[in-house]
């Protein structure tokens, strides 16, 4: 574990091999995924951009209610 940790150059190279991997196996893993729900794909995308939208608002109303009490101090 010492050599490891002792080389930087090794752990660029197994953390990009591995990186590479992770991303290989989740795209095979998509693609046999998206074939089954081809037909759901309209209807999910509309509720994930009615939720990505509410979710923004909501922060955005956290942050200017977070402004106005700072600003009262």
């Known amino acids: 574990m010492s050599y490891v940790l002792n080389h930087p150059?090794?752990?660029l190279v197994l953390a990009l091999?591995?990186?590479?991997l992770a991303?290989?196996?989740?795209?095979?893993?998509?693609?046999r995924?998206?074939?089954a729900a081809d037909a759901a794909v309209g209807?999910?995308?509309t509720i994930v951009g009615a939720?990505?939208?509410l979710l923004a608002l909501l922060i955005g109303f956290c942050f200017?209610?977070?402004i106005d009490r700072y600003d009262q101090r």
Request: hydrophobic share 50%; glycine share 0%.
């Open 9 to 11: 150059p090794v752990v």
């Open 51 to 53: 939720t990505l939208t």
């Open 33 to 35: 995924r998206s074939r």
């Open 64 to 66: 200017a209610m977070a």
């Open 23 to 31: 991303a290989y196996a989740s795209d095979v893993f998509r693609e």
């Open 17 to 20: 091999v591995l990186q590479w």
């Open 43 to 45: 209807d999910i995308s």
